[in-house]
């Protein structure tokens, strides 16, 4: 336990619970002039696991890589580097091969031609939802355990998601065109996803707009949560409402009702896009640090100078 | 290939080009937003700013492991 005189009574001495307590109080002290243990993002580690040279959060040398280790920006930064280029090398690999599956696989009796554009729509839709699902939990994080890097998680995120809405949305009109004869239906599946490509825009204004990460990030998270509501909407509407939009063809209760040579070429596809947005994500997320890493000096610079 | 893609052929490449431009568009944001913010560290850390956890860290216990603090 931790007895330095110059540290606040919180941080010396254990209470019920301490563990939280001694967490959120050293968020606290670490925002205090003249106090450590928080690195350049805000991240808080315990106070012997401070690299005395650096300052940087030295991961515990006993312990395996864990999802904990990876809460460390140092150490997240150092495992993104390694990862991003096996991770794009695959992506690369995977929509490759689905595109030429794409090349391959049939027209529809109905649709005939048209219906390859389905294979960047459906994925797309699906990862707009995935992406906001992705910042849903990274608010949690935020808002329970007060955690900066999901803050950077769900922030890096955002305009990934808001690209993959508006490619639906896209898609989906040019499909809509030639098959409904319509680019745009104010119907329940429609709307929704417009409501959450809004969504994606107003918190990435949000975050612009508060400048102290720590504060936009509470905002942020809130705002998220709020914003999840339209998740089970956007999946039911068809079912609640009497849509334009089909009802749901491959995630449904007794199965797909799409043929092996679409379904195959579309599951290669979501696959592709999966992967390209944990590479892009995962990317997003060692700038949003670096990012901060900079602004937090550029804070110092400007104190030192004063 | 415009003739293989049936009538609907433009919206078809429209599609495509709209999904070609949304993925390589998102690449090269990061990718150079990367290159950027990299290159501006390596300026701050090449003119001798330091980040504030390191002074802070070395200003509480410079040589005494906090281990034996208690």
């Given at each position: 336990m931790i007895s330095n005189p110059s540290l606040p009574a919180t941080l010396r001495a254990p209470s019920p619970g301490w563990g939280t307590d001694f967490i959120a109080n050293l968020g606290r002290a670490a925002r205090s002039?003249?106090?450590?243990?928080?690195?350049?993002?805000?991240y808080v580690c315990s106070?012997?696991?401070?690299?005395?040279?650096?300052?940087a959060c030295r991961?515990?040398?006993?312990?395996?890589?864990?999802l904990a280790d990876l809460a460390n920006p140092t150490r997240f930064l150092a495992f993104a580097g390694r990862l991003i280029p096996w991770l794009a090398g695959l992506t690369l690999v995977l929509f490759i091969a689905g595109l030429a599956l794409v090349a391959h696989s049939p027209a529809d009796y109905l649709q005939g031609e048209t219906v390859r554009i389905m294979y960047i729509h459906v994925p797309a839709a699906w990862l707009s939802m995935l992406t906001y699902s992705i910042m849903a939990i990274a608010a949690l994080g935020t808002l329970v355990?007060?955690?900066p890097l999901a803050d950077v998680a769900a922030r890096a995120a955002a305009p990934i998601g808001a690209t993959f809405t508006a490619l639906a949305l896209v898609t989906g009109s040019l499909w809509g065109?030639?098959?409904?004869?319509?680019?745009?239906?104010?119907?329940a599946r429609l709307t929704s996803v417009l409501v959450l490509f809004i969504m994606y825009l107003g918190l990435i204004a949000l975050w612009r707009t508060i400048e102290d990460p720590t504060r936009g990030a509470r905002a942020a998270a809130i705002l998220i949560l709020v914003g999840s509501v339209n998740l089970p909407i956007i999946k039911f509407s068809v079912d609640w409402w009497n849509t334009l939009h089909q009802p749901?063809?491959?995630?449904?209760l007794g199965g797909p009702t799409i043929d092996a040579t679409m379904l195959i070429p579309l599951a290669a596809m979501a696959l592709a896009f999966t992967s390209l947005l944990v590479t892009l994500h995962l990317a997003a997320m060692r700038n949003e640090i670096l990012r901060r890493r900079i602004r937090a000096l550029g804070l110092t610079a400007a104190g030192a100078i004063r | 290939m415009i003739a293989v893609l049936g009538p609907y052929a433009g919206f078809i490449l429209l599609s495509y080009g709209a999904a070609a431009l949304a993925t390589f568009g998102l690449t090269v944001w990061i990718v150079l937003d990367h290159r950027r913010l990299s290159n501006t560290l390596a300026a701050l850390e090449a003119r001798g700013v330091t980040r504030r956890s390191a002074r802070a860290a070395a200003r509480l216990a410079p040589e005494t492991p906090l281990e034996t603090q208690a």
């Open positions: 002039p003249g106090l450590p243990a928080a690195d350049e993002i805000g106070l012997e696991y401070v690299e005395a040279a650096t300052g991961p515990r040398p006993e312990a395996s890589m864990s355990w007060r955690h065109r030639p098959m409904w004869g319509t680019y745009w239906e104010w119907d749901a063809s491959v995630f449904r | -």
